[in-house]
């Protein structure tokens, strides 16, 4: 791979001037800017490969960018996405999110460590290889959305409708990855799921003078009665039926989790906290972090919350309740599950508002994409790298790979100062070109 490399060092500027023009270019899914500007870059870059490319439209959502490239050899599809998060708050970028920025060795703009760097790094390594080892060994095939930082909520209706196009793939390159805290690369082959929901309560036709409290229902109250049967204070999720759910995780994703380096002291002091949950420690809390499943209010809201005081008797609450979801916890599954604990109760009053949900996403952390990545990241990263079973996080996984029974390993450029999703979002460019590195080896270690 010599020549790959000194194809990539040759071509650095290039590559990173094509990195700053798709960075350039909004593509905020939230707030539907940009998008299929957006998706045409991509269209054509991967022309310019020589893959057949196009957009294949999506009622309603955003273009998926779809490419094929390779005629002999294992299918490997790429996922990525082109949209980015807001950038808001701007007066917190030192440079503009959109005006693409070097400085120390760091490209800061929006959206180049959260999708666009991983997105270009990968098809810039497939014209370095084309370049210098001549015929791809492995078929390649992009699904590039652009609807991922909104809960990619096509997805499924694309899979749905394209399931011939995309069945039969023997392995799939997930979007993103970092190094983390200690510089060790770091390989993912699943994710939890997600089940958001708001949970709503009526009282009174308004807000009233809190002295008819002794005779007019409390919202507020009603919903902190319901929310307390959802937890104990141990922490144990009481939902009826919630944890008969969880299947264990297979002995290799706990062989696998093991080895996961895990620097509890350094996590509390940054978290500003003593302990964790019930004083779990060691292997107990890396454990419970990748396979539990979570019940967790994430907001509250009814009455008065100003300044000073305000006796009133709120007509409503409201409650923003997410359900970090393992196998095989679906999020239909828990959304009824939810519905029937509160009617057993007699919370049928409480209105639940499903906010969407992911199903969980766990792949083989042996298959022959997950090894071919082990192999790639010891070559460029001179290190092993650290197997993650599954994220604590959420994505779109499902749809694309476990229910087409295609396993999945994600890796990408980011590092712990990345900033994804915040202002200054930034990637080194040192990384950025590891990744171009370890896209040709995983190229060459899945065709081989
Ligand atoms: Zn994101």
């Known amino acids: ?36 500007e957006t998706a045409e870059m991509v269209r054509a870059r991967l022309e310019r490969l020589g893959a057949t490319a ?45 005006e693409p920025a070097i400085r120390d060795g760091k490209l800061y703009a929006r959206g180049v460590a959260d999708n666009k760097g991983n ?62 805290v200690a510089e060790r690369p770091m390989l993912t082959c699943g994710l939890k799921g997600i089940m958001y929901v708001e949970l709503r309560v009526r009282g009174a036709s308004r807000d009233l003078h809190s ?19 959802l937890k104990d204070e141990h922490d144990r999720i009481t939902i009826d039926g919630y944890l008969d759910h969880v299947a264990p995780p297979p002995s290799e994703a706990v062989a696998v989790a093991e080895q996961i380096p895990f620097d509890e002291a350094a996590l509390k002091q940054s978290y500003g906290i003593d302990q964790f949950i019930n004083g779990v420690t060691g292997r107990e809390a890396v454990y419970k972090n990748l396979f539990m499943p979570t019940c967790t209010i994430c907001g ?3 009455g008065y919350t100003g300044e000073g005081s305000k006796t009133v008797l709120p007509s409503q609450a409201m ?51 997950a090894l071919a990545a082990r192999r790639a990241a010891e070559i460029v990263y001179n290190q092993p790298p650290v197997v993650y079973p599954n994220m604590s996080g ?31 979002e930034n990637i080194r460019l040192a990384d950025y070109f590891d990744h171009i590195r370890f896209m040709g080896e995983l190229i060459r270690a899945f065709g081989a």
């Open 319 to 369: 409650a923003k309740v997410d359900l970090r979801l393992v196998p095989n916890l679906l999020p239909d599954l828990a959304l009824r599950l939810l519905r029937e604990h509160l009617d057993r109760r007699g919370f049928t009053d409480i209105e639940i508002i499903d906010r969407g949900g992911e199903p969980p996403a766990r792949s083989p952390v042996d298959s022959k994409v």
């Open 1 to 36: 791979m010599d020549r790959f490399n000194q194809y990539v060092e040759a071509n650095a500027d290039r590559f990173v001037g094509e990195l700053i023009s798709l960075a350039r270019q909004p593509s905020i899914a939230a707030q539907g800017i940009g998008l299929r």
């Open 119 to 180: 997105t270009m790094a990968r098809l810039q390594a497939v014209e370095a290889w084309l370049a210098t080892q001549g015929d791809l060994p492995v078929r390649l095939r992009w699904v590039v959305e652009g609807e991922e930082e909104v809960g990619s909520v096509h997805l499924e209706s694309f899979v749905e409708a394209n399931e011939g196009l995309l069945r039969g793939a023997d392995g799939c390159l997930w979007e993103a990855g970092s190094r983390d």
């Open 54 to 98: 196009r957009l294949i439209e999506v009622e309603g959502g955003a273009p998926v960018v779809f490419g094929e490239l390779g005629d002999r050899g294992p299918t490997l599809m790429i996922y990525n996405h082109y949209d980015v998060q807001p950038p808001e708050p701007l007066h917190l970028w030192t440079t503009p999110a959109f």
């Open 211 to 229: 002295s008819t409290a002794t005779i007019v229902p409390n919202p507020a109250w009603r919903l902190v009665w319901a929310l307390s049967t």
């Open 300 to 302: 509250l809201d009814s």
């Open 394 to 424: 959420s994505g779109p996984q499902y749809y694309l790979c476990d229910h087409l029974g295609i396993p999945a390993v994600s890796s990408g450029c980011g590092y712990s100062g990345s900033n994804v999703h915040a202002p200054d």
